[in-house]
């Protein structure tokens, strides 16, 4: 089975949802991937349509356009949408990656490992558990920028395998060899896909980054990138029988440990 991929890496205006999600719809009317079809997943940076804000109030406020506009372009396009939305839940805020269905279903994992460096732990919760999502066949596994720190987290398992792990992420220029160096590090070590997918430009702190959005086989081989810097959508097609015939091969999966992880 092959799955289509459509990363979009750009520069959000700080805490500004409208603008950004008209900025978006822009972007995707001038290519192919963005018609009917012609795409399975869309890929979003985290917080997408506000930028790493801590201003929780101002930015949750937009959680409910910014679901509705996902739901639209899933829809519209025949694709699973995903991304990183600030929302409110009860009294506590959570730093919450969606996954929206072209039928308008809709699952989310709230990110595990907040940022404290940011103050990201002054102003979200944590989430509590880890999410694994089936689409087009693939077992896909969803976390958030900072998550990747963390591998035991992130480790593929054999009770609840996944082909694909999934990041969308704010990640700073400062550490940018950090985010290439994690995200093959969990690819060869989960024996897995992994894509990372990170904004560019100067959020509302001053601070730069560079995207580098990316995508790595699980020999730690670069399937495709993002140039840094630059704003664009690509497409890249992944393949799940070219990753089982892999793990049949080497098959490192057999032999990990078995370990509950707890909080």
Known sequence: MKLKLTLIQYSPKWEDAPFNIDRVGEMLHYIESAKKGATDMIVLP????TGFSMNVERIAAFAEDILSWMRQLAASTSALVTGSVAVKEDSRYCN???WVLPNGETGHYDKRHLFSMSD???FFHAGEQSCR???KGWNIRPVICYD???PAWCRNTKTQPYDLLLCSASWPAVRSDVWSSLLKARALENQCFVVGVNRVGADGNGLQHL???VIYGPKGETIGKIAANEEAI???ELSLEDLQRFREKFPVLNDMDTFFFTS
């Open 133 to 135: 999502f089936v689409w």
């Open 234 to 236: 690509a497409s890249f």
């Open 211 to 213: 995207g580098e959005s």
């Open 96 to 98: 919450r990656q969606y």
């Open 46 to 49: 985290e917080m997408w349509a």
């Open 120 to 122: 990201e732990t002054q």
């Open 148 to 150: 990747l720190r963390f």
